[in-house]
């Protein structure tokens, strides 16, 4: 363990503070863009509505802090206070309770005085903190509590994770290891916010795409809807670079109109497991120029069928195909097993493959 130059606090030293000394996270990457780097209040009253923290704040007034998993936090600039860069929801439910001023600017403030009254929990209440040197030696615990642990982040929010480690400069495979999901996973989820990334900087409302990030998913799995945008392969895309050309920034507005709605029309699709379907129709001229005329997505199908194409007859013809080869390049691939261009290839098969599961997943786990 190493000391901290201006607390002597040791990283991952357990310590005991009053919750006047804890500060929540202006960083937290469970808050929106607009907020990041916000007034403690107005965080506060953020978590508070969006993340439930009344339920917890009950919990503490019925049965106690529940100090067996101690927030995590980082010493803040201000001497003596920390900032809490895990258990968010938790310090927003103890706010609440001891602090009136934050409290009486909740949605239900009503409902906070009664709590608070059962709990009476003063500004002084001591709670224990596991304190590291800096936020980046608290990534494990972090990202492992909520990426795969019993209070999962959100799709958008485990993505915006990932994003901020390369950023910092972790490749995606550490990053992955780091969280424990597959590389071809977190390369996904890096392109997939990288795109909500881009259509916001170009001017889109991204906010309902946030909402539902993993419908987004669901579309970037499907081939025909990234062709669409020419949004490349997770694990192609190179970290930094924008994932849809400058040249298709139309076509995604167009598809984010097409799955989320815009301002000017509702989605032409009601359920993600309409997303292969709207691939089809896409990836056809006929299809394709139906949706740009404003026709439903069933009036775009009917179009495409009435010119004699059939996709189920397609897709399993061009599976077909697809095993044969596979069979076929399975006989030379010991001899040129360590090819970096065989490698490449394997790897792209393997995330294709991946994202046609899920798409599968999808669809079973909505029947």
């Not at 357990?14 to 929106?32: C, G, K």
């Not at 292969?276 to 026709?295: D, F, H, M, P, T």
Request: glycine share 6%; hydrophobic share 40%.
């Amino acid at each position: 363990m190493t000391a901290d130059n201006q607390t002597g606090v040791r990283t991952g030293l357990n310590v005991q503070v009053p919750v006047s000394a804890l500060l929540l996270d202006p960083y937290n990457p469970r808050l929106p863009e607009s907020l990041r780097g916000g007034d403690q209040a107005d965080l506060a009253v953020v978590l508070e509505m969006g993340f439930d923290a009344f339920a917890v704040a009950q919990s503490i007034a019925d049965n106690g802090y529940f100090a067996a998993e101690p927030l995590i936090g980082v010493p803040a600039d201000e001497p003596g206070k920390y900032i809490v860069v895990e258990g968010n929801r938790r310090l927003t439910a103890l706010l609440g309770l001891s602090h009136q001023e934050i409290r009486k600017d909740f949605a239900d403030s009503s409902r906070w005085e009664d709590v608070a009254a059962k709990a009476a929990l003063s500004p002084d209440v001591i709670i224990p903190i596991v304190v590291h040197d800096d936020r980046a030696s608290t990534h494990v615990e972090v990202s492992r509590a909520h990426v795969v642990g019993k209070l999962p982040w959100r799709p958008y929010m485990q993505a915006r994770f990932i994003a901020a480690r390369v950023a910092e400069g972790r490749s995606i495979a550490e990053v992955a290891e780091l969280i424990g999901i597959t590389k071809s996973k977190a390369a996904d989820l890096y392109r997939d916010q990288a795109i909500v990334a881009q259509a916001e900087r170009s001017g889109l409302n991204t906010g309902e795409v946030e909402k539902a990030f993993s419908v987004l998913s669901v579309a970037m799995s499907n081939t025909k809807l990234r062709d669409h945008i020419s949004a490349p392969l997770g694990s192609r895309l190179e970290p930094g670079t924008d994932p849809v050309p400058q040249g298709k920034v139309g076509e995604l507005k167009e598809l984010i109109s097409w799955v989320f709605g815009d301002e000017e029309s509702e989605p032409v699709i009601t359920d993600s497991r309409q997303m292969s379907a709207l691939g089809n129709v896409v990836s056809s001229e006929i299809g394709l120029s139906a949706l740009r005329a404003g026709k439903s997505l069933d009036e775009a199908k009917q179009q495409v069928q009435s010119h004699g194409m059939d996709p189920r007859e397609r897709l399993i013809k061009r599976m077909t195909a697809a095993t044969s080869a596979l069979s076929a390049a399975a006989d030379d691939l010991a001899e040129n097993a360590g090819d970096s261009q065989v490698i490449a290839l394997l790897s792209d098969l393997e995330a294709l493959v991946e994202s046609m599961r899920n798409v599968v997943d999808q669809a079973e786990s909505a029947e």
